[in-house]
């Protein structure tokens, strides 16, 4: 499985923009870069997904880079509730399993 | 609406004992099937997967077992608890590339 590279921590202000980076230079072509997020005492939950082009969903947007060996997750304004370990993982196409890293802690001050 | 149950929620058991942790998914049909397991602070950790009922792929040599007798039912075992089996064990169930996870069974081996 193709290795991602996040930061150990992060910390950021309630109501701020956020940017996760996440870096896979070894990715391949069929690839998909996913996002999940873990709050303490729970299991990891789905965040969001892309291949190629940029994504947007109600929770947060995925900027991939043009040579897709980096990505980055963006919270548009971070609440308290954000507070929680990021997972950026690599899936290839047609693969049963997600092996998950050791991930971003993010800590939202109020 | 699909969803995953799991459970105990929490377990204490002494060392060398068995143990069965038994996870259920309804809702959908022919969903591939996993199990996680999370140290104290350390990220999640691949035990097995399944993509369907007697198929049971293994990640890593332990002390555990897995088995799915059902199409939808999941189950971890262990014939004699180490301290090191310890952890927060994580049933997930998937159809399409999100992975949905229950909300675990936190185990400590005495």
């Known amino acids: 499985d193709a290795k991602t590279t996040q930061p150990n921590s992060m910390e950021s202000n309630e109501e701020e923009p956020v940017h996760l980076p996440c870096n896979h230079s070894?990715?391949?072509?069929?690839?998909?870069i996913h996002w999940y997020r873990q709050l303490p005492s729970q299991g990891p939950e789905y965040v969001i997904h892309g291949l190629t082009s940029n994504v947007n969903n109600r929770m947060a947007s995925l900027a991939i880079a043009e040579d897709r060996k980096s990505s980055t997750l963006i919270l548009h304004r971070a609440t308290l509730r954000d507070a929680a370990v990021y997972y950026c993982?690599?899936?290839?196409?047609?693969?049963?399993?997600?092996?998950f890293g050791q991930g971003t802690r993010l800590t939202i001050n109020p | 609406s699909q969803t995953i149950h799991q459970w105990p929620a929490t377990l204490v058991q002494p060392v060398g004992s068995p143990l069965s942790l038994e996870c259920t998914v309804e809702g959908t049909s022919n969903p591939n099937l996993y199990w996680y397991r999370q140290a104290a602070g350390r990220g999640l950790q691949l035990l097995f997967y399944?993509?369907?009922?007697?198929?049971i792929s293994s990640e890593v040599p332990q002390n555990l077992s897995a088995s799915r007798p059902q199409d939808r039912q999941f189950i971890l075992s262990s014939k004699k608890l180490l301290l090191s089996d310890s952890g927060f064990y994580l049933c997930a169930w998937s159809v399409t590339e999100k992975l949905f996870f229950g909300s675990g069974t936190q185990l400590s081996v005495l």
């Open positions: 993982i690599l899936r290839g196409g047609g693969a049963q399993k997600l092996v």
């Open positions: 070894t990715i391949s072509g069929t690839d998909y």
């Open positions: 399944s993509v369907g009922i007697g198929q």
